[in-house]
């Protein structure tokens, strides 16, 4: 089934967000151009180069035009117990947030309790780009976690860890982060039960939506005072699985908007290549992904609906005053 004519199967406002990425997705399909056969050129040579003074390389002379620093941009890479992600200092936001899920990483320590941890500014990155507690106070929008807090419930000290905000982005709550991305969140943990490791790569993107003139348009939510953390259009989750000398990829993009929990996992699934478009990232560049089998023809991809209780729920929203 095709993506657009998944697309058909989301209810309510959840369609759009999946239609406009598939329309993003053809247009920015390219077809392959036949390239005529290359005839040699006899060519005279090249003339010798004009020198200003003595010759440099093009790293030399960028010292002469930058004495003063390179201004970047940079991406924050952030390591912790647990993860490892990219921190974007424009959006203040993760760029992309990487585990490594086993059966005996979930297993729960002892006196690990996700009420001791609290979520936390990160100081490893300079104070001017942090995501700060008070872009998101009465946002409208829930700290969403990249690595979830249930997959570290091994240790105390990996748990505090998913609470810094180099590991959140700003969620929709009721219908979303608290309900079908907390589905998807536990079928990546349950897919432990069948393979021997699970990575698991998340982060937001920022999707164009074509608009009545035709046209497609970036647009997107800013928060906090100044107005300096991005709310993304989407999330994308790309899981690549292995056992026994086998591995299968699966790749998803979810708009950040209320989806009804009947919706089929795979109507979000797309093309690897489409999630590394639209984030400018490189998956898995140390294998042959584009041979790699199908997560979803290896397993069930199917979402097991568990509403969370009254006081989880409780727990991730935020205060009121």
Known sequence: MATAEKATLVLGGAALG?????????????????????????RPPPPPPTTLGPAVSNMEKA??????????????????????TSYNRR??????????????SLKRGDDVDRQ???????????????AKLNDYFRSGFDRGHMVPAADVKNSQ?????????????????????????????????QLTTKFSDVYVFTGPLYLPHQEADGKFYVKYQMIGNPPNVAVPTH????????????????????????????TPLTAFQVPLNAVERGAGLTFF????????????HETECKLVIRKFDNAQKNIQKLPSN
């Open 285 to 296: 560049d140390r294998m042959d992904k584009h041979a790699l089998p199908n997560l979803c």
């Open 63 to 84: 010292k002469t035009i930058l004495p003063f620093g390179f201004p970047g941009p940079v991406n924050d890479i952030v390591y912790r117990s647990a993860y490892v």
């Open 235 to 262: 999330f994308y989750k790309v899981i690549l699985t292995h056992h026994q000398g086998k591995y299968s990829v699966g790749a998803f993009v979810l708009p950040n908007q209320p989806i009804p929990d009947q």
């Open 18 to 42: 999946v239609v406009s990425f598939a329309a993003y997705q053809k247009f920015t399909q390219k077809p392959v151009a036949v390239r005529p056969a290359v005839v040699p050129v006899n």
């Open 91 to 104: 959006d203040r936001n993760p760029n992309w947030v990487a585990e490594h899920l086993t059966a005996a």
């Open 157 to 189: 000290v990996s748990m505090n860890e998913t609470f810094f905000l180099t590991n959140i982005a700003p969620q929709v709550g009721e219908g979303f982060n608290r309900d079908y991305w907390a589905h998807l969140e536990h079928f990546c943990r």
């Open 116 to 130: 001791k941890s609290t979520f936390r500014e990160d100081d490893q990155i300079p104070a001017q780009f942090q």
